[in-house]
């Protein structure tokens, strides 16, 4: 059977499944043969070899003892999973799962947490069209930021403060559609008790407090950590005295946004605004 080439340096998909292959082939199994021995179908494996879809925890772990690979897949597969995002950002990732309060600060788009899946979907589909990403990269940062987003509609979600710079609001990712949704969720999200989201006005200009993207963590334990990034890598903070002068100037701009209230209503017109345009 004539298997068709696949580039393992394509994408990280592509690389685990050009390992599953040749893994199997040298131990001389076919694909159907393997899934016998592993439980798992033929067409399964046959998608993650050729880079379709990323294999699940136990394929990998099945794969490898019946292939003998001294755990190469599952290594491979965590390696995947990493290098969807930029350095840095897992290691974030795994202390916001943890954070009984985040306070974040937005410039330009609307932060992931708070996007609805039109609005993220149009955002990392215009990296593939650009040719710096793929559909099925896309797909997989897709399910990782839905992940993280479900600590927010958990039983008990941690509380939310967001502040975003207006231009947040006034990009029109995804055209004027997707933006009537987006802006109707954030006032949902405003309205909830457990959030407090206030938008930072144009006429702030230089004396904006922030001029770079933040997040900030408090952890069970109460101890904070702050988070911001390049477009290279991101960078978690643990240091407290540098911690404490990001929140400093947090506290600058939340006094120097508008009020919960104002920034609801400020949302709203800026939804309106969207509205006019596809009347």
Request: glycine share 6%.
């Amino acid at each position: 059977m004539n298997q068709r080439e696949l580039d393992p340096s394509s994408s990280p998909s592509a690389a685990l499944g050009v390992q599953l292959r040749r893994s199997r082939n040298a131990r001389g199994l076919t694909q159907t043969e393997l899934g016998r021995i592993i439980n798992f179908s033929a067409s399964y494996i046959s998608r993650i070899e050729r880079g379709v879809e990323p294999p699940s925890l136990r394929l990998a772990q099945e794969a490898d003892r019946a292939l003998d690979t001294g755990g190469t897949l599952e290594l491979m597969l965590d390696q995947l999973k990493h290098s969807l995002l930029i350095e840095g950002f897992p290691e974030f990732a795994e202390q916001e799962a943890r954070a009984t309060a985040i306070r974040l600060f937005e410039i330009a788009v609307v932060p992931g947490l708070l996007q609805v899946q039109s609005y993220a979907t149009a955002y990392e589909m215009a990296a593939v069209r650009q040719g710096v990403s793929t559909t099925e990269r896309a797909a997989e940062r897709l399910a990782f930021l839905r992940t993280r987003q479900s600590r927010l509609s958990a039983s008990r979600p941690p509380s939310l403060q967001a502040v975003l710079d207006a231009t947040c609001l006034l990009r029109p990712i995804g055209g004027p559609a997707v933006m009537i949704e987006q802006l109707s969720h954030l006032e949902t999200l405003a309205e909830r008790p457990t959030n407090v989201l206030q938008i930072a006005p144009l006429e702030l200009g230089e004396d904006r407090p922030l001029n770079y993207p933040l997040v900030l963590l408090t952890l069970p334990d109460r101890r904070m950590m702050g988070y911001t990034e390049t477009l290279q890598r991101g960078y978690l903070e643990r240091d407290a005295e540098t911690v404490a002068g990001w929140v400093s100037n947090y506290d600058r701009l939340q006094v120097e946004s508008l009020s919960r209230g104002a920034s609801l209503t400020y949302i709203r017109k800026v939804r309106k605004d969207f509205e006019d345009h596809v009347r």
